[in-house]
C-alpha cells in the first residue's frame, strides 16, 4: 500500500507539520544534572534531519519539589535546563522541523532518594502508590494549587525559548493519571468521585495552560487506558464513559489527543474496528495522534513475559489504511526511530529493506 497518506502536511494552530510522522516521548535518562546536553541536542536534531515532523520531546519535570522520579531526567525549569532545552529547539528547527516538550510529573512514582531533593516523598491524589496501597503523600489543597501552577509555568517558559507547542503527560499511571483513576483516586471532595469528577485535575492543568500561552498555541493531551501499575485496567469501559472522560478536558482547550496504546491496531470495543485514537476523534471532532509498537511487530514489554523484547521491522499497512479512512490524524512512532533516526526518510523512499530491527544495545546509548 502507498505511503503518501504519511506524507500529507498537518497544520493546527501554531504546528505546521510537513507529514504525520511524529516521534514519541521516551525517556532516555541521558540529562546529569536535569540539564539537556550536547548528546541531546543531536539526538532530536538528528531525528528531524530523518525526516519526522513533529518530535515529542522525552517526559521534561515540572516545577514541583515531587514532579520527578528518575535519575538523569531532564527540566524544564531553571536557567541552565532552559538554555538547553533552547538549543534543541534551535537546532530542530534548523532541519526543518517542529518539536513539543511533554510536561511530567510522576505523581506517586516518585520515591524518597531522587533528585532534586532526596527527602520530598511522592505525592499523589489519595496517597497510594497501587490500589490499596497507601505509601506516600496524599495531596492537599494547596499542593494541588502548586502542580497546576507547575505545568502552566512550563508551558509559558517553553513558548518563551521557541518550543511550537506543549504536551501534557497524562498517561501510564503518573499523576493526572492517577486522578483520572479510582483505583489510585479515592477523594471525596472536589477532585474525585465519578468518572467526571476525576478528570477535574487534568482540566484545570489545560485551562491553567491556555491562559498563559494564548488561544493559538497547540496543547496535546497524552492519555491512556492502561498503566504502569496494570496493563489491562480501562479507565472508560465503553462508548458512553469515553464521552464522559474525554468531554470535559476537550472543552477545557486540548487541541489534540495523543492516545496511548500498546499495540495500535487494536480495536478498543467490542463491535467496532476503530482504535483509541479512532473513537476519541469520533467522540470529540478534535485531532488525535495513534501510537503504539508503529512499525514493529511486538509491544516494549509483553504481559508474562520477562526482560526486554526485541521488535523487528512490520508493515504499515494498516497504518496507512486508516490513516487514509481519517480514523486518526497523525502517527507517533517510538523504538523504531531510536533504531532509525532517518525512519521518515527510508520509509518516504520506500526504502523498507534498510530499515533497521530495535535491539537490547539501543537501551545503553542515545545515538
Known amino acids: 500500500m502507498s505511503v503518501s497518506s504519511l506524507f500529507r502536511p498537518f497544520d493546527l494552530k501554531s504546528l505546521h507539520l510537513k507529514n504525520r510522522i511524529v516521534m514519541a516521548p521516551m525517556t532516555r535518562t541521558f540529562s546529569p544534572g536535569n540539564v539537556p546536553n550536547d548528546l541531546n541536542v543531536e539526538y532530536y536534531r538528528r531525528r528531524a534531519e530523518g525526516g519526522v515532523g513533529l518530535i515529542v520531546t522525552e517526559g521534561t519535570c515540572v516545577d514541583h519539589k515531587a514532579a520527578n522520579g528518575y535519575p538523569n531526567v531532564p527540566f524544564i525549569y531553571g536557567d541552565k535546563a532552559l538554555a538547553g532545552w533552547k538549543r534543541v529547539v534551535d537546532a530542530v528547527h534548523a532541519e526543518g522541523g517542529m518539536i513539543v516538550p511533554q510536561l511530567w510529573h510522576v505523581g506517586a512514582v516518585r520515591k524518597p532518594g531522587v533528585e532534586p531533593d532526596p527527602d520530598v516523598p511522592g505525592h499523589g491524589p489519595s496517597g497510594l502508590v497501587m490500589p490499596g496501597k497507601k505509601r506516600c503523600h496524599e495531596m492537599t489543597e494547596e499542593d494541588i494549587a502548586d502542580v ?21 503527560h497524562g498517561a501510564h499511571g503518573y499523576l493526572i493519571d492517577q486522578f483520572f483513576w479510582e483505583g489510585l483516586n479515592e477523594r471525596t471532595d472536589a477532585w474525585g468521585g465519578s468518572l467526571v469528577k476525576r478528570t477535574r485535575f487534568g482540566a484545570e492543568i489545560i485551562k491553567a495552560i491556555r491562559k498563559e500561552v494564548g488561544d493559538d498555541f497547540a496543547i496535546i493531551l497524552r492519555w491512556s487506558q492502561w498503566k504502569q501499575q496494570d496493563y489491562s485496567v480501562k479507565l472508560a469501559k465503553d462508548p458512553a464513559e469515553l464521552e464522559q472522560f474525554l468531554t470535559p478536558l ?70 496507512t489504511r486508516r490513516l487514509e479512512a481519517d480514523e486518526f490524524d497523525l502517527a507517533a512512532v517510538g523504538r523504531a526511530l531510536i533504531a532509525n533516526p532517518d525512519w521518515a526518510n527510508k520509509v518516504k523512499a520506500a526504502a523498507f529493506a534498510e530499515i533497521a530491527p530495535y535491539t537490547k544495545d539501543m537501551l545503553t546509548k542515545l545515538a
Open 148 to 168: 497546576i501552577n507547575a505545568f502552566a509555568k512550563g508551558a509559558k517558559e517553553s513558548k518563551e525559548i521557541g518550543f511550537d507547542g506543549v504536551e501534557v
Open 250 to 319: 476537550s472543552d477545557a482547550g486540548v487541541d489534540i489527543f495523543h492516545c496511548s496504546t500498546r499495540r495500535f491496531w487494536e480495536p478498543e470495543f467490542e463491535g467496532s474496528d476503530l482504535n483509541l485514537a479512532g473513537w476519541t476523534k469520533k467522540i470529540t471532532g478534535k485531532p488525535t495522534i495513534t501510537v503504539g509498537s508503529v512499525g514493529l511487530d511486538a509491544a516494549f514489554a509483553e504481559e508474562g513475559v520477562a526482560g526486554f523484547q526485541e521488535a523487528q521491522p512490520a508493515s504499515l499497512d494498516d497504518l
